[in-house]
Structures are given as structure tokens and as C-alpha cells.
């Protein structure tokens, strides 16, 4: 069974401060993902990583950045974190470049930005 | 601009009864359609799938039918039961998108006993 852990499920940070967010994926998946979850808003994609150290935007990238490292980790990073990044943060992966083989998430980490 | 749209953020059916989850999408290049669905304090789980080849895919209760003209799909559910009570995201892809998935809003169902 694919397991997809992020390191967090809940966190509260302040203004300005630097936030890493850790997911880990037990599956030897070559793709990664960052997505933000809001009200009325559904999942957007930050930011995503088809293999070690590659990444590419999403479709709301700005105050973000990623890393991949290690082909298990992909780490999202809040550079200077701001109120307006306040959301449900889910990571996800999947297996090869088949389309058909469908994400798996974690259960998500809770951000608060005071 | 939102590419996938779910207009009913809700709906409610009893234990027994078929439940129909709406998507609509704007962008004719999608050619691959999933369904998810999250409980709360979890992640979205992977439901069923389609591709623009066909018209309809089943699995056990659940079918996905999808109307390339219209630009609609819809995912039912039969029979309901309550432990389907869960938000469903519709979501999207291109076949030159690589995986990269575009989500609609989410519908919160809610299967009453």
C-alpha cells in the first residue's frame, strides 16, 4: 500500500519566518507534489517534481519553492511566510509518466501563519 | 479562471438512493478525467477514472460518464451508503500536461440513514 507521510499535521508559524514542509513517499514514485487546499478554492498545485533534484511550477508558485533531493523526499519550502498562506497543504506522488496512474496524497498539514 | 467547476458545493441523498456528482470543464484539451474523494482529516483517495475514448467507466457502485460535447461528466453513486458521506473532487488533465492534474471546487455529500 502506497503511504505518503508529511511530516506535520498541524503548524503555526509568524509572519516572515522561513517554513519547510517534508512529505515522504514509501513507493519509489518518480513524481511529486505540492497542492494547496482552500475553501471554495479545491486543490491548486504549487509546485511539482518528475524526478531528483527537477521541479516545476504550478499554478500558483509565487512565495514558494521546492526541493527534491532524494527521489522519497520533496520538501516545499515558504520562503518568507505570509497570512495569506494560511491553507491545508497536501503532497502527493505517483508512479511513472503513465497518466493513468492516479496520485496518492497524504493526510495533509494545517498551516497557520500568525 | 476556473477550468473545472463543481456548482453544487452540496448534496444530500438517502441511504439506498443514487447519488449524481456534477463537473464541468472548459478547456477542451483535457482528455483525462478522475474522481477523488477526501474525508475529513485525510487525503483526497483515488475513486474511478475515464479517458475522452469513452463515454463511460464502472466500478462496483460506482460510474463516471462523460459528455465530450457538453463538456460534462458525472460521477454516480448506486447505492448510496452512508459511509460514501465524503467531499468529491472532479479533476482534469491534458494529455500534454503530463500528470498534472487541474481540480474542480469539491461537492460535500451527505447519505442519510
Known amino acids: 500500500d502506497v503511504k505518503v507521510t508529511q511530516s506535520s499535521r498541524y503548524l503555526v508559524k509568524r509572519t516572515g519566518e522561513k517554513v519547510f514542509l517534508e512529505c515522504v513517499q514509501d513507493?519509489?514514485?518518480?513524481?511529486m507534489f505540492w497542492y494547496r487546499q482552500d475553501p471554495g478554492l479545491g486543490l491548486r498545485l504549487i509546485y511539482f517534481?518528475?524526478?531528483?533534484?527537477?521541479?516545476e511550477k504550478g499554478d500558483i508558485p509565487e512565495g514558494y519553492s521546492v526541493s527534491r533531493e532524494k527521489k522519497e523526499r520533496f520538501s516545499l519550502i515558504l520562503e518568507s511566510a505570509s497570512t495569506n498562506q494560511t491553507s491545508m497543504y497536501l503532497c502527493?506522488?505517483?508512479?511513472?509518466?503513465?497518466?493513468?496512474?492516479?496520485?496518492?496524497f497524504g493526510d495533509g498539514t494545517r498551516l497557520s501563519i500568525l | 479562471d476556473q477550468q473545472v467547476k463543481q456548482n453544487s458545493p452540496s448534496l444530500s441523498v438517502q441511504e439506498g438512493r443514487i447519488s449524481i456528482l456534477n463537473c464541468d470543464y472548459t478547456?477542451?484539451?483535457?482528455?483525462?478525467f478522475l474522481w477523488y474523494k477526501k474525508y475529513p482529516a485525510e487525503g483526497p483517495t483515488f475513486l474511478i477514472s475515464?479517458?475522452?475514448?469513452?463515454d463511460k467507466n464502472e466500478d462496483g457502485r460506482f460510474t463516471v460518464f462523460l459528455n465530450k460535447s457538453a463538456k460534462h461528466l458525472s460521477l454516480h453513486i448506486v447505492p448510496s451508503q452512508p459511509g460514501d458521506s465524503a467531499v468529491y473532487f472532479c479533476?482534469?488533465?491534458?494529455?500534454?500536461?503530463?500528470?498534472?492534474?487541474?481540480f474542480g471546487t469539491g461537492t460535500r455529500l451527505l447519505v442519510s440513514p
Open positions: 479533476a482534469a488533465s491534458r494529455l500534454t500536461g503530463f500528470q498534472k492534474l487541474v
Open positions: 517534481s518528475y524526478d531528483v533534484k527537477m521541479k
Open positions: 513507493m519509489d514514485h518518480e513524481n
Open positions: 475515464i479517458s475522452s475514448i469513452k
Open positions: 478547456n477542451s484539451m483535457f482528455d483525462y
Open positions: 502527493a506522488s505517483s508512479l511513472g509518466q503513465m497518466r493513468n496512474q492516479p496520485q496518492h
